[in-house]
């Protein structure tokens, strides 16, 4: 979200006399220069309107509107730069509308864009500003002439006017225009990191299971070849393939947990957690107080949170203990990580901080952390409760965790 550059508080106008001061010069100028712009949109508008309408039976129509209503936001930009500079009003700029967003597919982009509140509100302000205009420029330049000595309120009162048709029309809508900007952003964070986690995960196949089993399948070829000329080498080569198989077996149990663990969806946070703590090099206390389960994302997001973290604390934090602490306030799900380590992590030191942070806004979720340079560190992370949907009743208990009769034979027969 885009905010307006801050006015100094010198730079307010002060309250109305008679004196002609320097706000008082400029908001004549403001005034003067209110009809020629005021032609400009008045023209630009009327001419955007008539064009996209008219012609919108054809296949032009609509999007020659749309990008009209792009300039419609450029000009109420420059109107609320004018109105910064002229009449010190401080407003925040809207979300922006991403032209390059074209990647959504045309017609998302063209609806968007037709529907921009923000674009028919700087129209609006263009089309009644005519009128308004004429006004200001006649009155205040009768002013300069003959009324010389009421100019300063009459400066004043017109451009208070203009200061309120400004944050009539030309600010955000209200709260919910920027909340649907920044989801739009988060949007694309979601997009982007479960684009990246494809990427790793075809790359850890490509790179770990998949050679080893290409590997095996070449050395169980060999010992096939073997197995009548020389049996004690077959029977060699298939011992080494059968380690190989375990190591195969175990690099894909970690890609697995590290898709999404079985422990959490079997268990919960607190089995799952305590199960990542356990891995840690330094020793982590587990408190979960939750009252339920919340909803499978929120849940898993929660998880590789804690993960990372300490992940950290392992890599970076030359820590001697930890704690980790989750539990529920209202509809919010809140996990704090703390270690008694070196501290001065930074959002920016190359430790995923900022990754994480992105992850969790979005979600609408919060990340804070907290290393002053000698430690603790502390971050914590808060999600939005969502309950969890019922498991439908139609399917098996057990479904699709390699429960049967064969799963143990089998484990006996690999030497797990």
Known sequence: ?????????????????????????????????????????????????????????????????????????????????????????????????????????????????????????????????????????????????????????????????????????????????????????????????????????????????????????????????????????AARMVDEAHGEIKVALQELRDLARGIHPAVLTDRGLDAALSAIASRCTVPVTVSVDLPGRPAEAIEGIAYFTVSELLQNVSKHSAARSATVEVWRTGDRLLLQVTDDGRGGARMDGGTGMAGLAERLGAVDGLFVLDSPVGGPTTVTAELPWRDRERQPTGEPKGAGKGVGKGAGRGKRLLGL
């Open 1 to 233: 979200m885009t905010m307006s550059p801050q006015v100094p508080d010198n730079d307010r106008p002060p309250p109305a006399g008679l004196a002609l001061d320097r706000w008082t010069w400029k908001e004549i100028a403001h005034l003067l220069v209110d009809l020629p712009m005021a032609i400009v949109g008045f023209v630009y508008t009327v001419v955007m309107i008539a064009v996209g309408v008219g012609l919108a039976v054809t296949v032009i129509g609509l999007p020659l509107l749309a990008v009209g209503l792009h300039g419609a936001r450029l000009i109420g930009r420059a109107e609320r730069a004018r109105a910064r500079a002229m009449l010190g009003v401080r407003i925040e700029e809207p979300s922006p509308m991403e032209l390059a967003r074209r990647d959504r597919g045309f017609f998302p982009w063209l609806w968007s864009s037709i529907k921009d509140p923000v674009g028919w509100r700087a129209a609006l302000y263009s089309f009644v500003r005519l009128p308004w205009g004429v006004l200001t420029f006649g009155v205040t330049l009768v002013s300069l002439l003959v009324l010389w000595p009421v100019l300063p309120p009459v400066a004043r009162f017109l451009s208070n006017v203009d200061r309120s048709m400004v944050r009539g029309l030309l600010s955000p809508s209200d709260e919910l225009e920027r909340r649907i900007a920044e989801l739009e952003a988060d949007r694309g964070v979601v997009v982007d990191t479960a684009a990246a986690d494809l990427r790793r995960i075809e790359r850890d196949l490509h790179d770990g299971a998949q050679a080893r089993l290409v590997a095996l399948a070449m050395g169980l070829g060999l010992a096939k070849e073997k197995l009548t000329d020389d049996p004690e080498a």
